[in-house]
């Protein structure tokens, strides 16, 4: 019993170390779709707003209220608000998810934020240039990590800094 225990284990072992794993390069060739973002500043924003929405009109008068915000009706008001916050949260989701990113060996990609995929091209850390309209952008991105189920990438741009979460997309058959 103890033969064939060990056997396994050194089949296995032989597997294991026979095995070749991708390097970031070669993990990151391919097409991935937005899966989830994280930027606290956005986060911060978004929270600030609804604790505004959770007090606004509460220390004021209704006649105060319509001189300040247009209405007296505040509860009407914070609803409006917070339809439209829901709304930009929803939006920001759906960027995330509509973003998707073609990554080729020869260095080449595709950025499709909508529908129209845009020409761009590549590097490790992740460099994206892109034509945009008549002008040309660059967006760098590090990668946090890439592997066959997932890849990390986070920006800093301006006042924004966060990461977003891709997952390979399947291409259609």
Same mark, same amino acid.
């Given at each position: 019993?103890?033969?064939?225990?060990?056997?396994?284990?050194? &089949?296995?072992?032989?597997? !294991?170390?026979?095995?070749?794993?991708?390097?970031?390069?070669?993990?990151?060739? &391919?097409?991935? /779709? &937005?899966? !989830?973002?994280?930027?606290?500043?956005?986060? =911060?924003?978004?929270?600030?707003?609804?604790?505004?929405?959770?007090?606004?009109?509460?220390?004021?008068?209704? +006649?105060?209220?319509? +001189?300040?915000?247009?209405?007296?009706?505040? $509860?009407?008001?914070?609803? *409006?608000?917070?339809? /439209?916050?829901?709304?930009?949260?929803?939006?920001?989701?759906? @960027?995330?998810?509509?973003?998707?990113?073609?990554?080729?060996?020869?260095?080449? @990609?595709?950025?499709?934020? *909508? &529908?129209?995929?845009?020409?761009?091209?590549?590097?490790?850390?992740?460099?994206?240039? @892109?034509?945009?309209?008549?002008?040309?952008? /660059?967006?760098? =991105? *590090?990668?946090?990590?890439? #592997?066959?189920? @997932? =890849?990390?990438? /986070?920006? #800093?741009?301006? $006042?924004?800094?966060?990461?977003?979460?891709?997952?390979?997309?399947? +291409?259609?058959?």
């Amino acid at each position: 019993m103890k033969k064939i225990i060990l056997i396994l284990l050194a &089949g296995a072992l032989i597997s !294991s170390c026979t095995e070749k794993k991708k390097s970031v390069s070669e993990a990151v060739i &391919g097409k991935w /779709r &937005g899966f !989830s973002q994280d930027n606290p500043e956005l986060e =911060m924003m978004i929270r600030g707003q609804e604790m505004f929405l959770d007090t606004v009109g509460n220390s004021t008068t209704p +006649e105060q209220n319509k +001189e300040i915000y247009g209405t007296d009706n505040m $509860e009407a008001f914070k609803a *409006d608000q917070r339809a /439209r916050l829901n709304k930009f949260k929803e939006e920001q989701y759906a @960027a995330t998810a509509n973003t998707v990113i073609t990554l080729k060996n020869d260095g080449t @990609a595709e950025l499709n934020f *909508d &529908g129209t995929p845009q020409p761009a091209k590549w590097r490790l850390a992740l460099v994206l240039d @892109a034509q945009v309209g008549d002008s040309m952008e /660059r967006v760098v =991105m *590090d990668i946090d990590y890439a #592997n066959d189920t @997932a =890849m990390k990438l /986070r920006f #800093n741009e301006q $006042e924004f800094s966060g990461s977003v979460i891709f997952h390979p997309e399947k +291409e259609k058959k």
